[in-house]
């Protein structure tokens, strides 16, 4: 997935379009990425023996990686990921339109 963790996106659909945030949890299995203070739904909890009174609290769900766009440290523009792999088994991510490098992954050997 060309989305890690901390990375800063900007939503392209949905009821958050336009609003962006730091990447706090990648689901690889689903194709899911989890935002910061977005996509933000209320969940209710039930009362029990251990938690006392039941209530209302608010969890950041996931959304679908084709939803949201990767915003270039470097420039600060949307982009896509471009790979780089140097012989020295060294792979990069590069915008894809400032040509510059996100941030390094040494492959697993």
């Known amino acids: ?3 890690k963790t901390n ?3 900007k939503i392209t659909t949905g009821k958050d ?3 962006s945030g730091k990447v706090t949890r990648v689901v690889a299995a689903d194709s899911k990425v989890v935002v910061e203070g ?3 739904v209320k ?3 039930k009362s029990g023996k251990d938690s006392g009174k039941g209530q209302r609290i608010e969890v950041a ?3 679908n990686v084709s939803n949201v766009t ?3 440290p470097n420039c600060s ?3 896509r990921v471009e790979y780089m792999i140097l012989e020295s088994g060294e792979k990069h991510r590069i915008c894809k339109k400032c040509k510059q490098t996100i941030d390094s992954k040494v492959k697993d050997k």
């Open 17 to 19: 379009k336009g609003k």
């Open 43 to 45: 969940k209710h909890i």
């Open 77 to 79: 523009k949307e982009t």
């Open 70 to 72: 990767l915003v270039c």
């Open 7 to 9: 990375d800063k996106v």
């Open 1 to 3: 997935m060309k989305i």
């Open 38 to 40: 977005l996509n933000v």
């Open 61 to 63: 769900m996931p959304l």
